[in-house]
């Protein structure tokens, strides 16, 4: 099992900015699509964003030019930027490592926007 842990989070006004982190152990993360999910109180878990293993991206509508996704394969690490913070981006951001036959979540990283 792949331990995948967050990293990042925390409390920013409307309009500011954080950055998340995600560090995977093992050498699958190389082939793996990363992604970052997030479950607000109440609510389903919803893609936020991901990423191939070759760099291509996919992005929910509500971040769209707002949040960055990115990873670097040397370091096994995947990030969220996130710009122009709202408090509806209030949530419990996952992490995600998909490859066949594995679907590995970390714990989360708590994101809180206040107005």
């Known amino acids: 099992q792949v331990q995948l842990v967050e990293s990042g989070g925390g409390l920013v006004q409307a309009g500011g900015s954080l950055r998340l982190s995600c560090a995977a152990s093992?050498?699958?993360?190389?082939?793996?699509?990363m992604g970052w999910y997030r479950q607000a109180s109440g609510n389903q878990r919803d893609l936020v964003a991901t990423i191939t293993s070759g760099g291509s991206t996919n992005y929910a509508d509500s971040v769209k030019g707002r949040f960055t996704i990115s990873r670097d394969n040397a370091r096994n690490t995947v990030t969220l930027q996130m710009n122009s913070l709202t408090p509806e981006d209030t949530a419990v951001y996952y992490c995600n490592l998909r490859v066949v036959g594995v679907n590995d979540w970390g714990r989360g990283t708590q994101v809180t926007v206040s107005s």
């Open positions: 093992g050498s699958i993360f190389r082939i793996a699509v």
